[in-house]
């Protein structure tokens, strides 16, 4: 088992330096002048030219590299070329954002789509099990950013049950105020994850239901409550828990739109604004981080087979 989990670790150390290099290597060839945009439209050629030394622009692409790629091992990703505040501060001010409506977008999923697969799947071919399936397939045939438009439209506009657009930390507006400006956004965001999750919990549960060892429990008096617990919903959670993980991962690149859509200040915002104002080191932190925690789910996810089947143990 502490083979699997250093065997996992270590991977993740390739990953991030070829991500990092194609990162860097798509940002030096992508159109624009990271020192025309430091230096301001009014610059003159030769205060471009003085930027550029600065920046350490004018060295050969390799170099350029191993030196972000040094910085960046120790913590620094570089200073943003039109707040001239350092990267990992704008990331660390956007990032409890993102994570709170993904977080809660994440419970929303779980809630809804562990409920309805579970109740859906004990009851297969029952007319709860087609509005089940029913909702799973409209949840996955709707897009977040227009699910979005239609919540902003119906809840926030028309019957103002909730804020248009915005965020309010926790410290600043409490529980309530902080809920109620993400609940819609994370609505949006988290439909199709639950309904992944119903369609994966119910086909998990339908197949070890049928299984010669629930038979058994069911045959040996066990309450029914135990066997869904104990032996149904584990052995069942594999699928979901892959499931999870992927949509977990998809989900910061839909809070993207998200936070557009809602005018929320998250990492989404931050990359969007970037790109548009070519702040390449901002662009180059915010996919390393993204990457980060796309590896890290995946980590998680991977371990938490150890729980669910013991035979990973053994590898």
């Given amino acids: 088992m502490t083979g699997l989990i250093a065997r996992r670790v270590a991977s993740i150390i390739p990953v991030m330096l070829i991500v990092s290099f194609l990162t860097f290597s798509l940002t030096y060839l992508v159109p624009g002048d990271a020192a025309s945009v430091a230096a301001g439209e ?32 120790q913590g620094d990703l570089g200073t943003s070329l039109l707040s001239s505040r350092p990267v990992l501060a704008s990331l660390a001010d956007a990032l409890p954002v993102t994570l709170s409506l993904t977080v809660l977008a994440l ?12 109740i859906a799947g004990l009851r297969p071919g029952t007319a709860i ?24 439209s119906v809840f926030a506009v028309q019957l103002g049950l ?11 507006g409490g529980v309530v105020g902080w809920f109620q400006h993400l609940l ?13 999750v119903t369609r994966q919990t119910r086909a998990g549960v339908v197949d070890v239901t049928e299984q010669d060892y629930i038979r058994t429990a069911v045959a040996k008096g066990l309450p029914r409550h135990l066997v869904v617990v104990k032996h149904t919903l584990k052995n069942a959670a594999i699928p979901v828990v892959t499931v999870f993980g992927l949509q977990a991962s998809a989900l910061i690149g839909g809070a993207i739109v998200i936070e ?43 371990t938490s087979y150890l ?7 053994q590898s």
Avoid: C, H
Wanted: charged share 10%.
């Fill in 42 to 73: 009014s610059a003159t050629p030769e205060q471009i030219e003085l930027v550029r030394q600065q920046l350490g622009l004018d060295r050969p692409f390799f170099v350029q590299y191993a030196s972000w790629l040094v910085q960046v091992v």
């Fill in 107 to 118: 419970l929303l999923a779980v809630v809804a789509g562990l409920t309805l697969g579970i």
């Fill in 129 to 152: 099990d087609r509005l089940s399936t029913a909702v799973a397939t409209l949840g996955i045939s709707m897009p977040s950013f227009w699910l979005g438009l239609i919540l902003v």
């Fill in 162 to 172: 909730a804020p248009v657009a915005g965020y309010v930390p926790i410290a600043e």
């Fill in 184 to 196: 819609l956004p994370a609505v949006a965001l988290g439909t199709v994850t639950a309904a992944e």
């Fill in 260 to 302: 557009r859509i809602f005018a929320i200040p998250g990492l989404g915002t931050l990359a969007i604004d970037s790109v548009i104002n070519q702040d390449f080191p901002v662009v180059q932190g915010f996919v390393l981080m993204i990457t980060l925690f796309v590896l890290l789910v995946s980590f998680l996810v991977d």
């Fill in 307 to 313: 729980y669910f089947n013991p035979k990973v143990r």
